[in-house]
T-cell receptor, first 114, second 110 residues
């Protein structure tokens, strides 16, 4: 089954404690991205990657890091989480970037930073 | 101004009604338009994908794009309670990133 898998689904952490949210896709997609979804603000792109070892900032990259060492994996790293990073996070993958193909989304990770 | 504007609703309709969901966009470079459906506590799922102007139909769903007025619509015929979800429109070009609207929450009452 084609899917994007995120882990964990729920996470509560304390300010400043480094965390990683993993994302893996099994569709051999070139393009992967991370979004956060907040009430009233919609989906906002954090980082994206057009291929292995190629990453770039989205609209709200501050406080986040990513890496793309393998095509299937695209982890999101919060080196020093703060309460304003409490949000619902989605990883997505697509065959191509931009609007050239539709995106497949993971199930989401609900992060709470206290 | 955000590049894709969407009325957040909520929109409540009786079962069997025709639903019209709408978005406007400002970026003339957008050529590809999508509608995603997002159930509560789930990730968005691609519902419709269209290129350029015109209509595309898939079962009870019709996506419409009017590039001259920068207006995109999703029509749902014979709406069902299972259609209750948040609907996100998105636009993109051959380069750059997908831009999403904030979503419209739809509730279909039995």
């Amino acid at each position: 089954e084609a899917q994007v898998t995120q882990n964990p689904r729920y996470l509560i952490t304390v300010t400043g404690k480094k965390l990683t949210v993993t994302c893996s896709q099994n569709m051999n997609h070139e393009y992967m991205s991370w979004y956060r979804q907040d009430p009233g603000l919609g989906l906002r792109q954090i980082y994206y990657s057009m291929n292995v070892e190629v990453t770039d900032k989205g609209d709200v990259p501050e406080g986040y890091k990513v890496s793309r060492k393998e095509k299937r994996n695209f982890p999101l790293i919060l080196e020093s989480p703060s309460p304003n990073q409490t949000s619902l996070y989605f990883c997505a993958s697509s065959l191509y970037g931009g609007g050239l193909s539709g995106a497949f989304f993971g199930q989401g990770t609900r992060l709470t930073v206290v | 101004q955000k590049e894709v504007e969407q009325d957040p609703g909520p929109l409540s309709v009786p079962e069997g009604a025709i639903v019209s969901l709408n978005c406007t966009y400002s970026n003339s470079a957008f050529q590809y338009f999508m509608w995603y459906r997002q159930y509560s506590r789930k990730g968005p799922e691609l519902l419709m994908y269209t290129y350029s102007s015109g209509n595309k139909e898939d079962g009870r769903f019709t996506a419409q794009v009017d590039k001259s007025s920068k207006y995109i619509s999703l029509f749902i015929r014979d709406s069902q309670p299972s259609d209750s979800a948040t609907y996100l429109c998105a636009g993109g070009g051959s380069q750059g990133n997908l831009i999403f609207g904030k979503g419209t929450k739809l509730s279909v009452k039995p």
